[in-house]
């Protein structure tokens, strides 16, 4: 990549279902939004392939052990009684039981959708619909992704939603419902096949399945890639405005990669009916492994993006 001169952006879309997101030539992502997912692993938005600007792709789609993991997406496993994570609930006393509750986060209509040299903007409104067809949410989503130098890049990710189920709707986890160290939900990143048995950072140091339940503000991932050997590094970031910052992590990299800062992963929210609530991240993707230190480096170089982010004009783009 040649550092002298802007990485321009460019958007593909295809209109009622995807955008494609490219820095000069390289394709950075595809942000699936309105997605042809079965009912049962609760459809919503996502990203897949994530590539880093080398090329190589750090995301996993559908992976058969857990199908509704599709990349990273915005995932919710409880929110009241409904299941806005896919497959089956778990339930205390019962383990993981399906049941009729699998809501869909469904593409309402585009609100920003622009490329410049600097940046490219996604934004949109979605609802939240049970699975018996009930309005339980609405949410605004931003997505903003910049060239941070030549090696990495960041998706700045901001949802804002609003409960219109007309009641208060419990936001938790299967810790919450009594499974251990279990409390995923949230921004979910799913890592590729290659990178299980890779190396977990937070700020206090190295770690890996034994980092999952701590509390911090980033946390990175550093794996391997099939066929070539290289390296390359995911690092989710925290804003401190976040409910309940900083998170405990959902972390696994013994039976496969993920991270995931899980506002929710022992501790109920109480979200109330008109209430409105805020998360924003920084998700920083870079070529190599940047040891320990040059990985903390880009943890912050990630902060900064994140508080530096200006959220996306609208354009009244096409739905």
Not at 45 to 63: K, M, N, Q
Request: aromatic residues 10%; proline residues 7%.
């Amino acid at each position: 990549m040649n550092n002298d001169r802007p990485m321009t952006f460019h958007l593909d879309h295809a209109v009622g279902r995807a955008v494609d997101v490219r820095a000069g030539d390289v394709a950075l992502f595809s942000y699936v939004y309105r997605p042809d997912t079965a009912q049962l692993e609760s459809p919503k938005p996502y990203l897949h392939p994530i590539r880093t600007l080398a090329g190589d792709v750090v995301s996993l789609f559908r992976p058969h052990d857990h199908v509704w993991h599709k990349g990273i997406a915005w995932s919710l496993p409880n929110v009241g009684e409904h299941n806005f994570w896919g497959g089956p609930t778990y339930l205390r006393g019962r383990s993981y039981v399906q049941l009729d509750n699998n809501g869909s986060a469904v593409h309402r209509g585009m609100t920003a959708l622009a490329a410049t040299d600097a940046r490219a903007d996604i934004a949109h409104r979605l609802d939240w619909i049970s699975q018996q067809g009930r309005q339980v949410i609405t949410e605004h989503r931003s997505l903003t992704a910049t060239v941070l130098d030549a090696t990495s890049w960041v998706l700045i990710f901001e949802t804002t939603m609003t409960n219109v189920s007309g009641a208060t709707l419990n936001i938790g986890s299967p810790t919450t419902k009594g499974r251990e160290n279990a409390g995923y939900g949230g921004l979910f990143w799913r890592g590729p096949r290659s990178f299980t048995g890779g190396t977990v950072q937070s700020p206090f140091g190295t770690g890996g399945d034994d980092l999952r339940g701590t509390r911090s503000g980033w946390l990175a991932f550093r794996g391997r890639h099939d066929e070539t050997g290289t390296s390359s590094t995911v690092i989710m970031i925290d804003d401190t405005a976040n409910p309940q910052h900083p998170p405990q992590w959902f972390v696994r990299t013994e039976e496969f990669a993920c991270l995931c800062p899980a506002p929710f992963f022992s501790e109920e929210l109480p979200f109330a009916p008109e209430q409105t609530i805020t998360f924003r991240y920084a998700v920083l993707v870079a070529s190599g492994d940047h040891g320990t230190d040059g990985t903390t480096a880009l943890a912050d170089q990630g902060r900064q993006a994140l508080d530096r982010w200006t959220a996306p004009s609208p354009t009244g783009e096409p739905a």
